[in-house]
């Protein structure tokens, strides 16, 4: 299975699994999925990483995932928007068979946002 593929398998399982809450993650940067524990008072509505993970793979990490369970059109919120401010991470959301990417360009301080596909974690 190649990585892209693997990812998008495990995060999707994930999202599945904890329907109907969301499920959220980390993307390690050799693209390794780790799934974390949503914290939220509301986890069908929104998530909140544990925080303990972010510390554990503190440099390692390449972006964030989270699901929107059931949705057939899993695009960021607003308050995943602002999230976004963070310019080092990628941010993942999904669910089903559609993911999307978003992240903050500071060169051009603008939220970018894609289809996530396999040209955003390069070829495998």
């Not at 809450?21 to 986890?43: H, Q």
């Not at 941010?91 to 970018?112: R, T």
Request: one cysteine or more; aromatic letters at 16%; proline letters at 5%.
């Amino acid at each position: 299975m190649e990585r892209f593929d693997k990812l998008i398998y495990e995060m999707q399982s994930h999202a599945e699994e904890d329907y109907p809450r969301e499920a959220c993650g980390i993307i390690l940067k050799d693209f390794t999925y780790v799934r974390a524990d949503n914290l939220s008072n509301t986890p069908t509505l929104t998530f909140e990483l544990d925080p303990g993970v972010l510390v554990k793979y503190d440099d390692q990490i390449w972006g964030i995932f989270h699901s929107h369970p059931g949705s057939d059109q899993p695009l960021p919120s607003r308050e995943d928007k602002h999230a976004a401010a963070f310019a080092e991470y990628k941010f993942i959301v999904g669910f089903g068979l559609k993911y999307f990417i978003y992240w903050y360009d500071s060169k051009l301080d603008a939220l970018k946002f894609d289809k996530f596909e396999s040209k955003h974690i390069g070829n495998d």
